[in-house]
């Protein structure tokens, strides 16, 4: 029987369900060292992130949050790809924006001494600064502003509305820039003069 054929040694197809367990058993000593593993790629699971945070599976909404913050813990981006990884698999997923949603923010500190700290859809905290930029991204035919900062290993949250509209209340001119103070950094948004004039 040929390989390919022989179920002892054909590829074992990924599951949600097989996937969770080996997520938890590698997560019990801490976070899972997402960075260390490099293990085989072994296809694509029908899990999507949609841009509103929410996550699908078979095209129903995971309603167990506690499920959608394991698998979260063990999102990786690579080749311009979104992963999940155990020390033993590595499995596609489709994400349609930014893996995670920006849902919150606190101050802490005044003017350009102040820290942004975001807080996701999936309970991760960032600070926004030079290691973990803000960027707005404005869409070509509508002009609608996409905000997004930075939350580990080249992954991003997409900034709420609500929280945006706050932070565009906070924001300061500089150097011909509108735009915001975090940790240090200025992260500009749009020219002062379009600002002025919108």
Known sequence: MPDDQNPATRPRAPSAEGLAETVRAAARKGPPPVHLWD??????????????????????????????????????????GYYLVTPVEKIG??????????????IEGTGHDQRIIFTTNVGDETVAGPRNPL????????DEPAPYVHVRRG????????SFYRLVDMGAHHGG??????????????????????
């Open 177 to 198: 820039w509108f735009g915001l103070w975090s940790d240090g950094a200025f992260f500009p948004i749009i020219l002062s003069e379009e600002f002025s004039g919108a």
């Open 93 to 106: 997923i489709t994400v349609e924006d930014a893996p995670f949603l920006a849902v919150d923010f606190r």
């Open 155 to 162: 992954l991003e949250a997409l900034i709420d509305r609500k």
């Open 39 to 80: 293990p085989p790629y072994c296809g694509d699971l029908d899990i999507r992130i949609a841009r509103d945070g929410t996550w699908f599976y078979l095209g129903t909404p995971i309603g167990r949050e506690a499920l959608v913050r394991l698998f979260a813990s063990v999102l990786k981006l690579e080749n311009h």
């Open 135 to 142: 960027r707005v991204e404005r869409d070509a035919q509508t």
